[in-house]
C-alpha cells in the first residue's frame, strides 16, 4: 500500500531493487550486470500463494523459475512426504533455466 502511493518512477525503482535482491541470491544471477539484471525485472511476474496452493504439481516440467520473496514452500515427493522447506531469497526452477 505504501509503494502504491508513490510516484511510478519511484514505485518502478524500489521494484528492481526488490528483484536485483533475489536475482543476486543466486550464483546463476551475480555475473549480470545491473543493466540485464533491471530488464529482468520488467518481464518478471508476481503471483501470490496461499497455504496449501500447488504451485507445481508433481511430475509437472517447470517452464521458469520462481523466487520466494515472502513465506516458505515445502518440496514433496511422489508420496507427499516432504523433502525440502524454501524460505525467502531463494528459488526453484533453475535448472530449466539452466538447461534451456
Same mark, same amino acid.
Given at each position: 500500500?505504501?509503494?502504491?502511493?508513490?510516484?511510478?518512477?519511484?514505485?518502478?525503482?524500489?521494484?528492481?531493487?526488490? *528483484?536485483?535482491?533475489?536475482?543476486?541470491? #543466486?550464483?546463476?544471477?551475480?555475473?549480470?550486470?545491473? /543493466?540485464?539484471?533491471?530488464? &529482468?525485472? +520488467?518481464?518478471?511476474?508476481?503471483?501470490?500463494?496461499?497455504?496449501?496452493?500447488?504451485?507445481?504439481?508433481?511430475?509437472?516440467?517447470?517452464?521458469? *523459475?520462481?523466487?520466494?520473496?515472502?513465506? #516458505?514452500?515445502?518440496?514433496?515427493?511422489?508420496?507427499? /512426504?516432504?523433502?525440502?522447506? &524454501?524460505? +525467502?531469497?531463494?528459488?526453484?526452477?533453475?535448472?530449466?533455466?539452466?538447461?534451456?
Amino acid at each position: 500500500q505504501i509503494i502504491a502511493s508513490l510516484p511510478s518512477n519511484i514505485q518502478q525503482q524500489v521494484h528492481h531493487e526488490l *528483484v536485483r535482491k533475489l536475482l543476486l541470491n #543466486e550464483e546463476l544471477f551475480r555475473k549480470y550486470n545491473k /543493466g540485464l539484471l533491471n530488464a &529482468l525485472s +520488467e518481464v518478471m511476474e508476481s503471483y501470490v500463494f496461499s497455504p496449501a496452493d500447488v504451485i507445481i504439481a508433481t511430475n509437472t516440467m517447470i517452464s521458469g *523459475v520462481f523466487f520466494i520473496s515472502h513465506g #516458505e514452500i515445502e518440496v514433496c515427493n511422489l508420496t507427499g /512426504g516432504i523433502v525440502e522447506i &524454501l524460505g +525467502e531469497g531463494k528459488a526453484f526452477g533453475l535448472d530449466a533455466l539452466r538447461k534451456s
